[in-house]
């Protein structure tokens, strides 16, 4: 069901690159709707603009709304999304390319994908077979990728990490201010949009070819894989769009890159099919893997000062792995590697992350498990990248 509105800017700001968001004065009247309408709310709303799909909002604009997420109360996209600008049109892109993202959406927008005939990344692109043991970690939740890159700078400071943004949750980069963030710093060299996902610094038709250009075009030593903000699950056993980091998984071993898996973890969620290692995880692993990958756990402390709840966690979460995924994905001849990961220093790495970590809506003081396993995947990431920094 569409619900659209009409309403009036009243101030703008680009809080980072890519997006502008808005603060708008809402009509009385959606514009159109199925059923029967409601205009409960605030008289003003957030609302979030693309510049890519329709140019620069200014002050005083009537512009058109999706009020779909926010009428619903979504954590994730609980804003207006601007449709158009009712009184302009956005200046027409040139692309040399034919590559269309969201197609057939009355939102799809023609961009320069590496991969297109026209691409001036085409020659080197064709040129690169292989990935060449290049480490690729898998996440299913887009939360885990700052931990990510804090683990592998933990490990190797001047690694050079690309991010590939699949298509199973928000579909423009823009929408990521995670991803915004790390590019000002420094810590990613590059974002790659894949599939249908639009908008990151330079696009692919497919996973495939996102992650021969990560390393073709962007000489990278790591690449952290995984959807946008935004994940949907339902509850059951297959119905979670996390689930597609199988097939990032499945990408990375036929182009002979190593897959690394990034573990969903949580010591503090109140569902017990979330608690310890996830059954997303164990579901995209134990069941829906059909190739092999690096499972990092972090190590069981030997030292007498470890608390003794943080050894018995590590061991519970060890011990859901070895029944959940490694014992069933064996009896389909997938063969994945457990890999002990020190923590030490992970906590450090995390606490000086330039994002702010957070992920089912806690941080690090509420449950910090989220965190140091994903840092973990990334510290076992960058010694592959760098065997002699073992």
């Given at each position: ?31 159109e709707s199925e059923g029967e ?199 059951t056993d297959w119905g979670f ?141 960058a010694r592959l990248a760098d065997?002699?920094?073992?």
């Amino acid at each position: 069901m569409l619900q659209w509105e009409r309403g009036r800017v009243l101030e703008v700001s680009a809080p980072w690159r890519g997006v502008q968001m808005l603060r708008v004065s809402r009509s009385d009247e959606p514009v159109e709707s199925e059923g029967e309408a409601s205009t409960d709310g605030p008289s003003t709303v957030p609302a979030l603009s693309y510049p890519e799909l329709v140019g620069e909002v200014a002050e005083g604009e009537e512009v058109l709304l999706n009020a779909n997420a926010l009428r619903r109360g979504l954590g994730t996209g609980g804003q207006a999304l601007v449709v158009a600008r009712t009184g302009e049109l956005p200046e027409a892109q040139q692309p040399t390319g034919h590559m269309v993202k969201a197609r057939y959406t009355p939102m799809q927008t023609l961009v320069d994908a590496l991969d297109d005939p026209g691409s001036p990344h085409r020659a080197a692109l064709e040129a690169t077979h292989g990935l060449g043991g290049m480490p690729v970690v898998l996440a299913d939740l887009h939360s885990a990728l700052p931990a990510v890159v804090a683990g592998v700078r933990a490990q190797a400071p001047e690694a050079r990490i690309v991010y590939v943004m699949s298509d199973g949750a928000a579909l423009p980069a823009a929408y990521s201010r995670t991803v915004a963030r790390l590019r000002e710093t420094g810590d990613l060299v590059a974002c790659i949009s894949a599939g249908q996902a639009f908008g990151g610094d330079l696009e692919a038709v497919t996973v495939h070819t996102a992650l021969l250009g990560a390393k073709a075009v962007c000489g990278a030593d790591v690449v952290v894989l995984a959807q946008g903000p935004g994940n949907l699950g339902t509850g059951t056993d297959w119905g979670f769009s996390g689930i597609q980091a199988a097939e990032g998984l499945h990408a990375a071993a036929v182009l002979g890159g190593r897959p690394v898996a990034a573990l969903r973890v949580s010591g503090a969620d109140a569902r017990s099919r979330h608690h310890g290692a996830s059954h997303h995880s164990l579901t995209l692993l134990g069941r829906a893997a059909l190739a092999a990958a690096d499972v990092p756990v972090l190590a069981a402390e030997s030292d007498p000062d470890t608390d003794p709840e943080d050894r018995a966690f590590t061991q519970y979460v060890r011990q859901q792995l070895e029944s959940g995924v490694v014992e069933p994905a064996l009896t389909r001849g997938v063969g994945h590697r457990i890999m002990d990961v020190p923590r030490a220093g992970l906590r450090e790495a995390l606490d000086d992350s330039p994002v702010g970590l957070r992920t089912m809506g806690r941080g690090m003081e509420e449950d910090p498990w989220p965190f140091l396993f994903a840092a973990a995947a990334g510290r076992h990431a960058a010694r592959l990248a760098d065997p002699a920094g073992r």
